[in-house]
């Protein structure tokens, strides 16, 4: 088993809160298997709230906050810290990176977007290149490049050039900054929303835990997993070195809220509150703890929405068959443009699943399972 | 006058919008950034702008430096609930970079108020996608525009028939690779005005008429420099533009190599003299130039200005580009250069206008 080192965070130069928190969160590099500058921001943020942090070989940081109560049950709140990006495969003699995606994107997203690559030295910008429109035949025209067609172009002059700066197995990921737009700037978009989103309400939600004094029932693991989006996920080793009674995933779901799209299709809505899925392609959840949440929800007066289709998937998968089985239950933010250089969610979204978290957290009845079933996990 | 950082100008000159058709509405932050270089500044009814500078003495020539304001861009077509507009392209919008982009929407209101709208090109989730659906290009009408504005407020603002450009970004590369949008064509105008600033009027050998025309994205008419070229009637033209530059896509015969320097086009449409004499004068100054052919059709304003009135000597200059027609065109700093340098080089070297009085 990976071992685990415990560390004290640093103070950071700032502690931010609400969309700063998560613009902070989802500039920062971290495509799958490079996570550490996420979870070195992570954890700063959690300067004066956690006091020991631990993190693990495989990327994942772990803050413990234990409950006083003898024989509690253990909560495993978990969000992932990697994004969706690329990493070098080849560089061609006149200096064009090739590259893989790291977790998965429609190749029709890719073309004329600006990326970034961490070299050894530092990153290195470049901009995925298009062959011109004029000189495409009328079947290119047509068709989709694929990944394999794709270049990164960084002006290097050659593969030597180029061999200055970056190397294969470097990876990148999108440029894109973080804009508000929309009514009253309710929408944000940016990169790496998924899962920074997730990220970012687990923090807020530990801080106010902390800071009101909230002695939690149970044992609460706050874990920010690595590698999620190629599927080979931290939260495996994750769930299995902490077992948890209960999972709770804080993630991003893809959505199609969108003019034409029938009512069936949709998925969920931006601004109608945390996505709270019944089944999707990886998991069908705990019956009770979901209708529990949503429960709890409606007394609270918090928005929350089910999500209206069997699509996506996420880390339940894994912390649901970790040990002897978990319940599990996944709050998600709508996002629109999932796995693009500019993914689309509603701040009002963000601050409903925080609140929501939070009611589950110091107001849900969590049992292990011994009370409830050795095992079980309906 | 004291010469721009040209590096500064490009971000800045690209950072306009000039949608074809719409490029009236940048006159102003046109004139801030390179009004002073000139004596007299104007705009016509085809949305060209036009800058002069004098060389100070009676019947001077005319010469024409011309370069396309207009870039390619997309016209909102509907406004749909939710906040969503549709689009349609204008030019040779490459759609394949388009979904997952950013996007500006120039409102404008009835009574006249500008706004301008951020939106963010949408991509259709896995769940939408029929199996091969992500082989296939989507087809622009399809895409949506997301803006998150009420419908009515979209209504109000930005109407059918308001500009979409791509949201300006401006990013500095390895070895002077530099990209952005709308360095076709206004990377050449930054150049252009460049090497026009850095020269006292007494050296110029004839008056100079910049032509940052309109038009040259609607591939079908060139307007902008057919009527302004017959407008200025001048005695000799430079037409400056984007050219193919080689990238792993390309075949070597249709590109030439970014950062060697500008393309001088030998075809049946420029002048040969002309352009042969710039090309050794260049080569003397150590400005990196090289030959690039046109047979039909030159691709640029090149080739309806030599066609204007009754023919006007016409020279065709390329700045190598890759990826033409996207948000992050590629270009090199040092062929930005070289371009400034080549057209002072043809606006104050006296033996350009000697070879005019030939027949």
Redesign the interface.
Known sequence: MYKTAEFAPERPGRLLEGTELVRELSLAFGPSGSERAVTDLIAGQLYGTAERLSRDRAGNLFALYPSAAKNAPTVMICAHTDEVGFMIDDI?S?G?LRFRSLG?M?????????VVFMGAGGP????????????QSADE??????EN?M?V?????SAE?AGR?VAVGDSGTF?SDF?L???GG??M?CKALDDRLGCAAMIETLRRLVRGRRRPKANLVFAFTSREEIGNSGAVMAANRFLPDYGIVLETT????????PEN?R?ADVGRGGVISIADRGTIYDAEFTRGALALAAKKGIPAQVKR?V??GNDSRNIQRSGTGARDLVISAAT???H???C?ASVADYASIRELLFAILTEYDFKRKEASGAGSVR | MNEPDLVDLIRELTSVMSVTGFTLRGTGRLYELIGDFFDEKSTDRMGNHLFVKRCGRENAPKILLDAHFDEIGMMVTSVKEGGFLTVTGIGGVDTRILQGSEVTVYGRSPDGEERRIYGVVGSTPPHLQKPGEADRNRDIKDLLIDTGLSADGLRRFAPPGTPVGFRPVFAELRNGIITGKGFDDKACGACIAAAVAGVRAEDLWGDVYFLFSNFEEDGASFGGAATGAFAIDPDVALAADVTFASSPDTKKRETCELGKGVTVTLSPMTDVRLSKLLMSLAAEKGIGVHPSVATRHTGTDAYVINKARAGIPTLDIGLPLRSMHTSAELASVSDCEALRDIVRLFITEPAFGKELENV
Not at chain 1, 254 to 261: C, N, Q, R, S
């Open positions: 061609s006149d064009f998965g429609d190749p029709r997203v890719l073309c004329g977007r600006h290195v910008r470049g901009v995925i290149g298009a062959k011109p429109v004029h000189l025209r047509q068709k989709a490049t694929k067609d270049y172009d960084i002006g290097a002059a050039d700066c440029v804009v737009f929309g009514e309710g929408l978009k893809a959505i199609a809220d969108l003019p034409d799209v299709s998925v289709y699509s996506g629109r443009y999932l693009s250089a500019s689309v």
